[in-house]
């Protein structure tokens, strides 16, 4: 069934436009605070934020949706999306609320949600909420002697750095360390340069002055050249670079090349495995994950899990069989023996503990396999399920068949965005850039 409001991570979309209006947010809260309550005591939500200027607006729709619905909201402020799943299950909230459109640009914005357990909601339960977001819920709203409170709470921040740093064992420093941390003007911007610092590293910040306009905006995960730049000028050991929210990571050695998701899951896999400490027998990733990640886990002995592209998934998937690593190329890793959903933070943490304990350099431990070929376009459609057009059936059908069993071809809109996503990869370049450039062409014509 196709949603209305909620896609691959929540609901997001422009702000102040369908679907990510104050009224939505408030019947978010309405439908979300109904669902939630469990029982006769006091429910609680707790809501964090990035730094986007229209975190304000959706913030306090929220508030006004979850107060008539009988919850008391505390209010976090500017936090990682990992530190709300975190605070959620610490409180013993009822439901968490993260307000972020994670590695988008500032105009747009979002609102995911995690139930008690810290964990993001299911389809059945977002099927409910949109369900209960349509209907009239005025007769079911609290009395005017039961509605909810709203408080702002104090020391969030050092709550999650301190989480942070236990992730690792306490006999290991990051002394002796220069690190470059890009926040991308988002949601880390204070606890990801504390926490490193504690840790005993030397730490240069970039992407740490947010105004509400320049989250992720040539810098972050989507944009490392600054990163790289500072890496390279500072001669620093490894350069970090979170998204708005910080629920993903990718890593830049110390001769400014980038380090990304699937590298980064082969780093702690294979470090783990060594240690006894890798479960399932691999890890989870998604369809979008290189090839060569797979035949390097199948060469150590290990599987690599798919799902479809969505940390939520990979998450599923790693509670379903067992596994306790996983994640995507794009730099969510998700480490569920720490965390319930992806932590760059604690990601990066963890690439530095392979690199204290073997004394090698970010570059050696980075690279654990050469990467397959592999070739991402998107294609903006205005309206319509452009890959349901015959043609473009047809051309996909053709691509499949020209790299037989030496690639794969992924093709899929994006949850977040009105994107078609054309991804191939095989042993031969020169093919998957061909069959990617026949099949942009194609979906470009049914999409205009």
């Known amino acids: ?43 609680r939500v707790v809501i964090g934020k990035d730094t986007r200027l229209s975190g304000y607006m959706i913030e306090n729709a929220l508030v006004a949706g979850f107060t008539s619905a009988g919850m008391d909201v ?23 609320v993260m307000i972020s459109a994670s590695h988008n640009d500032f105009q747009d914005n979002g609102i995911k949600l995690f139930g008690p357990d810290g964990y993001k909601l299911s389809d059945e339960i977002e099927n409910l ?5 349509d209907e009239d819920l005025s007769e079911a709203l609290a009395s005017a002697t039961d509605l909810g409170r709203a408080t702002r709470i104090e020391g969030v921040r050092d709550r999650y750095v301190e989480f942070a ?43 740490d002055e947010p105004n509400g306009f320049n989250i992720n905006r040539d810098c972050g995960s989507t944009d490392t050249a600054e990163l790289r730049r500072k890496v390279h000028e500072t001669r620093a050991d490894i350069g970090i670079a979170l998204d708005g929210d910080a629920d993903r990571v990718l890593i830049v050695d110390e001769n400014a090349n980038e380090i990304d998701g699937d590298q980064i899951l082969a780093l702690i896999g294979d470090y783990w495995h060594s240690m006894s400490r890798l479960t399932g027998g691999g890890l989870v990733a998604t369809v979008m994950s290189n090839l060569g990640l797979e035949r390097f886990l199948t060469d150590k002995g290990l599987n ?12 599923e998937h790693m509670r379903d069989h067992g596994y306790n690593l996983g994640g995507e190329q794009s730099g969510h890793i998700v480490l569920s023996d720490f965390t319930t959903t992806g932590d760059g933070l604690v990601a990066a943490l ?6 204290k ?28 399920k452009p890959l349901e057009n015959v043609t473009v059936m047809e051309a996909i059908k053709d691509a499949e068949s020209m790299l037989g069993n030496h690639g794969r071809l992924v093709i899929r809109p994006s949850g977040t965005e009105p994107l078609i996503r054309i991804m191939a990869e095989g042993d031969d370049r020169s093919l998957v850039k061909n069959i990617v450039d026949g099949l942009v062409g194609v979906v470009e014509k049914t999409a205009a």
């Open 1 to 43: 069934m196709s949603k209305r409001y909620f896609g691959t991570d929540g609901i997001r979309g422009t702000a102040n436009t369908f679907p990510m209006t104050a009224e939505v947010a408030m019947k978010v809260g309405m439908a979300a605070g109904m669902a939630f309550k469990r029982g006769d005591h006091r429910h």
């Open 74 to 96: 505390f209010l976090l402020g500017p936090v990682p999306t990992p530190a709300v799943a975190m605070l959620t299950r610490s409180v013993r909230a009822d439901i968490g």
């Open 129 to 133: 909420i949109e369900d209960m977001m």
């Open 165 to 207: 740093k236990r992730t690792l064992p306490r006999s290991l420093s990051l002394e002796g360390l220069r690190i470059v941390v890009d926040c991308a003007n988002g949601a880390a911007y204070k606890v990801a340069p504390e926490a490193l610092w504690e840790l005993g590293a030397e730490v240069v910040t970039i992407g």
């Open 304 to 315: 690599l899990a798919r799902t479809k592209v969505g940390d939520r998934y990979v998450v």
């Open 350 to 355: 963890q690439v530095m503990a392979v690199m």
């Open 357 to 384: 304990s073997t004394n090698r350099p970010a570059s050696e431990v980075g690279k654990k396999f050469e990467p397959v070929p592999q070739i991402l376009k998107n294609v903006r459609y205005k309206s319509g």
